[in-house]
């Protein structure tokens, strides 16, 4: 009672700070009945709140506060199966995006009316493998599309996934860091160039996979190959004598690239591929002192100071 009183006297912005910071449950189980929704927002939302709180919450009358409930990392699998039902899309989208959701919870959402919520359950990390592979038959696009971006779907799911028939599924496939070299190859063959960029961008690209892509010939997939933090030399030396002159750039500007690939560069006819090169940490004293000579003033000048503060 003493609390309740204590609480009624303070302004709303004053119970608000506290509903978010207090550790006092006592304090904060009253706060979860306050008549302010966003006093019993910010509650559910506390981190240190107790499960028994957050169940009271659960069954607020604002979907707002259950939405909040749903997201707290302290929320239980029982709370969370009772929010699954909820009629408000935003507190299933928030369960299905819960840490804390369980296999049986997902299963339920997989079914779920609502797309976001729908797709939010099959990306989820707590989906098992073993559910994953009974939706790769689904005649749905975009249910196998979730499938292929689920950080948990594994290199026998992402394999099946690397031969669908839609472009945007085999490059979801390609952006997973699950995929395998193999997998990987094979993709860096793909028809879609999309697919193929995706290949370039993940971190699990050999370095045989990107100096192959360096001659592709769709010079987004160059692009991304000239830009790759993987990007060997050899493939740099290739995409440097590239006819287009964004990835003359991006190779001017790699951290990766040598002193025979800066050198062939400073002399390129596009100043600001010049300029690239005399920006680049890895320019010798010799490209650097030869870009002091450049016709365009910027060229000179960032070589000069690159010179003095690297030299």
Known sequence: MKISIELSEISLEERIKLAESTSDMGALGVLAQDEEDQVRIVSARNTKVTPEILLKLSKDESWSVRQAVAQ????????????????????????????????????????????????????????????????????????????????????????????????????????????????????????SWPVRRAVVQNTNATAEILLQLSEDEDNHVRLAVAQSANVTPEALLKLSRDEDRRVKLAVAKSASATHEVLLQLSKDEEYDVRLAVATNKNATSEILQNLLFDSDYDVAETALINYRDNH
């Not at 296999?103 to 997989?110: D, G, N, W």
């Not at 098992?128 to 971006?149: C, G, H, I, K, S």
């Not at 394999?159 to 599924?169: A, G």
């Open 72 to 191: 707290n990392a302290n929320a239980t699998a029982g709370v969370l199966l009772q929010l699954s039902e909820d009629e408000e899309c935003c507190v299933r989208l928030a369960v299905a995006q819960s840490a804390n959701v369980t296999p049986r919870i997902l299963s339920k959402l997989f079914k779920d009316k609502d797309f976001d919520v729908e797709t939010a359950a099959i990306r989820s990390a707590n989906a098992t493998p073993e559910v994953l592979l009974q939706l790769l038959e689904n005649e749905r696009d975009y249910v196998r599309q979730a499938v292929a971006q689920n950080t948990s779907a594994t290199p026998e799911i992402l394999l099946k996934l690397s031969k669908d028939e839609s472009w945007s599924i085999r490059q979801a496939v390609a952006q997973n860091a699950n995929a395998t070299a193999e997998v990987l190859l094979e993709l860096s063959k793909d028809e």
